[in-house]
């Protein structure tokens, strides 16, 4: 079968003559709204806070651009920035997705870990006045409901590299192939190019039905977190060997080659999450945890001073 997708440019609406609004944009952000939403969703069936993953998602987005330039500049050109050091600073210049995974982690921990010792605080108090504590923040318990939103959200930010032609790979006749984005034919509608961004976007639809078919039990606190490494470390494992213009690590030593640094990290990924399965197995769910076991709703009772405050 021949490819089926003709080419198209990369999608934008122009707003003036100085001015345009990237499709990649539009569908970044609704990656964020719609994994945000799923996983607050999550959390309340988990007997956690909704409000804690949406007052994270602003540190989100910071963390997918600082951590994901960084890994950019670090790992796939620091030549250019030994030649210019201020391209450190340009983050809309060049994004590594493991970048934002690694920053997006270090975020996450921080921020439940400050998150949970105010939660002691406050549970400390309310002991005193008598009052039935909230259920503790954790991160092992909040992470579960970020990588389960990040899934859902994956669908829309790879779509987004898609309509960008972001991610052009190598020359194929593939039927999901794009024509007339090769970067060896530029302009040859003639040829089509294996497109990683529709191929993550496809990979992250099957994945997410499945995560929610999984929630519908309880699971070991590291259960999502644990599978989303290993799931999407594989596939990238594979994608990545489609690319044409990679940086390469190890020519020669594992074959002509080499590896891109993708297949590196995603090759840490997978073990990663094979040791969070391994080692957080048995470890409680938050929603065996928290829900009916005798603790206080903070969404009740922000709701509650609310309505008494108006």
Not at 30 to 37: D, L
Not at 241 to 260: I, Y
Request: charged share 15%.
């Amino acid at each position: 079968m021949q490819p089926l997708i003709p080419y198209f440019p990369p999608v934008k609406f122009q707003i003036t003559d100085g001015f345009a609004i990237h499709g990649f944009g539009i569908l970044v952000a609704v990656a964020f709204i719609f994994g945000s939403h799923m996983a607050m969703r999550k959390a309340a069936r988990d007997g956690l806070d909704p409000e804690l993953i949406n007052r994270l998602v602003g540190w989100l987005v910071l963390a997918v651009f600082v951590g994901g330039h960084l890994g950019h500049v670090l790992f796939y050109e620091p030549e250019r920035l030994m030649a210019d050091p201020l391209f450190l600073f340009k983050v809309w210049e060049g994004l590594s997705s493991f970048g934002g995974f690694v920053g997006c982690l270090l975020i996450t921990i921080w921020f439940f870990w400050n998150e949970g010792r105010k939660r002691v605080v406050e549970n400390t108090a309310r002991a005193a006045a008598g009052l039935s504590p909230y259920p503790p923040i954790r991160y092992w318990d909040y992470g579960e409901c970020c990588a389960y939103g990040w899934a859902w959200g994956w669908i829309f930010a790879r779509s987004g590299c898609f309509v960008a032609h972001d991610h052009p790979g190598t020359l194929t006749e593939f039927w999901l192939g794009v024509r007339g984005i090769c970067e060896a034919h530029p302009g040859d509608t003639t040829k089509a190019c294996h497109d990683l961004g529709l191929y993550e976007a496809l990979w992250a639809v099957p994945v997410s039905l499945l995560f929610g078919w999984w929630d519908r039990r309880p699971r070991f606190s590291g259960w999502f977190q644990g599978w989303f490494a290993v799931l999407y470390g594989a596939a990238r494992m594979f994608y990545d060997g489609l690319r044409t213009h990679d940086t390469r690590w190890l020519v020669g030593v594992l074959g002509e080659q080499g590896v891109t640094p993708g297949q590196v990290f995603s090759a840490l990924m997978m073990l990663l999450g094979v040791v969070v399965l391994v080692t957080r197995r048995g470890q409680p769910s938050a929603r065996e945890q928290y829900v009916g076991k005798g603790f206080a709703d903070p969404v009740a009772d922000r709701a509650a001073r609310k309505a008494a405050g108006a």
